[in-house]
């Protein structure tokens, strides 16, 4: 990407996948407050956390010359049955693909997957600031819905966490069941 020929594709993830996954996670967890988790998960966990996600959402990779560079997921927002149609997203790709298009590639191919299982509204909460993630959202169609703040405390100090909102389908009155 970023002005190189590619044979980047984005695919639905497997549990093969799990480990690629995990490494690209790792640096966000111990470099940065992108994410609160602080310890990063082993290849086991998030080979867990593919299999949650796809058995009711989706789990997209991409793959670039036979490797996975990045991964974007779909995931329950809220247990309580009213917010069956909503989902939290979050995308995250190696740090050398950031502002190369592979964010987009991937969420496009995730909300499509979503709207086609039936969820009408897709979260991302990001860490502010965040510049790169903010744009891409933006561009992508997502509101700023609100800010969390000093609402997690990681890398010696508070952080704020701006959630926007982005409807994937017409929410329509009543909706479908998501599938």
Request: hydrophobic share 40%; aromatic share 10%.
């Amino acid at each position: 990407m970023g002005g190189q020929k590619t044979t980047a594709a984005v695919r639905d993830a497997g549990p093969g996948d799990a480990a690629a996954c995990a490494a690209i996670y790792a640096p966000y967890v111990r470099d940065t407050a992108i994410t609160f988790e602080l310890e990063p998960p082993g290849a086991e966990e998030m080979a867990e956390r593919i299999a949650d996600s796809t058995a009711g959402h989706a789990w997209v990779v991409l793959e670039d010359g036979g490797r996975v560079v990045g991964y974007a997921y779909g995931k329950v927002l809220n247990t309580r049955p009213a917010y069956r149609f909503s989902c939290e997203v979050s995308v995250y790709v190696e740090r050398e693909r950031r502002r190369s298009g592979a964010g987009r590639a991937l969420y496009e191919a995730l909300f499509d997957r979503l709207r086609k299982r039936g969820y009408r509204i897709a979260v991302a909460g990001m860490t502010v600031p965040n510049d790169a993630s903010e744009g891409l959202h933006l561009a992508l169609g997502f509101s700023l819905v609100g800010t969390y703040t000093n609402i997690g405390y990681k890398l010696g100090r508070w952080h704020d966490v701006a959630w926007f909102q982005l409807e994937l389908a017409d929410p329509g009155t009543p909706p479908a069941e998501p599938r």
